[in-house]
T-cell receptor, first 111, second 113 residues
Framework: DAKTTQPNSMESNEEEPVHLPCNHS???????IHWYRQLPSQGPEYVIHGLTSNVNNRMASLAIAEDRKSSTLILHRATLRDAAVYYCILNVGGGADGLTFGKGTHLIIQP | DVKVTQSSRYLVKRTGEKVFLECVQD?????MFWYRQDPGLGLRLIYFSYDVKMKEKGDIPEGYSVSREKKERFSLILESASTNQTSMYLCASSLLLTGKDYTFGSGTRLTVV
């Protein structure tokens, strides 16, 4: 199984950028990197995904290392509403077997 | 908005009971999934389905079965509930298998006593 490794928790201050790291040293060439987040008392929601190039959307940016063995989710200006568990997931085999969520990173935002 | 609705938010059942957890999606998605979430273990995939009457085992199918008689509905069945099945159960649906469009329900917290 292609695995990801994330810190259990991170803390940041409101209105500051947040960089959430993810290691995936066993990634293969066709595995997409997905990020989901789970707000309190809700199911996970999609944040962003990428393959090789850095990606931006309205929620976040995804920076992917050149060797693809790691990636970083960037929240440019964190708000209290960004406090959540963030999951870094590899879409192995095109997702044919469902996404495998790990334990994620619990992001705490201090006012 | 895509909606995935789980029939109960909280459920308490007795050991040995047969339990049905229902999930309905309203966006004509082909794929549906059942996960359970436990503290310290993250989300684990129980079963999923690509189409009506199709089902595939996930990582932890033991003690569970599923039913998909209609495209919009995916049921998780605990044939004989046990205390170790006390958990948060999350249903998801997706149109694609690429992983970028999973939509989750709010979850059912099941307690087996």
């Amino acid at each position: 199984d292609a695995k990801t490794t994330q810190p259990n928790s991170m803390e940041s201050n409101e209105e500051e950028p947040v960089h959430l790291p993810c290691n995936h040293s066993t990634i293969s060439g066709t595995d997409y990197i997905h990020w989901y987040r789970q707000l309190p008392s809700q199911g996970p929601e999609y944040v962003i995904h990428g393959l090789t190039s850095n990606v931006n959307n309205r929620m976040a940016s995804l920076a992917i290392a050149e060797d693809r063995k790691s990636s970083t989710l960037i929240l440019h200006r964190a708000t209290l509403r960004d406090a959540a568990v963030y999951y870094c997931i590899l879409n192995v085999g095109g997702g044919a077997d469902g996404l495998t969520f790990g334990k994620g990173t619990h992001l705490i935002i201090q006012p | 908005d895509v909606k995935v609705t789980q029939s109960s938010r909280y459920l308490v059942k007795r050991t040995g009971e047969k339990v049905f957890l229902e999930c309905v999606q309203d966006m004509d998605h082909e794929n549906m999934f059942w996960y359970r979430q436990d503290p310290g273990l993250g989300l684990r995939l129980i079963y999923f389905s690509y189409d009506v009457k199709m089902k595939e085992k996930g990582d932890i199918p033991e003690g569970y079965s599923v039913s998909r008689e209609k495209k919009e509905r995916f049921s998780l069945i605990l044939e004989s509930a046990s205390t170790n099945q006390t958990s948060m159960y999350l249903c998801a649906s997706s149109l694609l298998l690429t992983g970028k469009d999973y939509t989750f329900g709010s979850g059912t917290r099941l307690t087996v006593v």
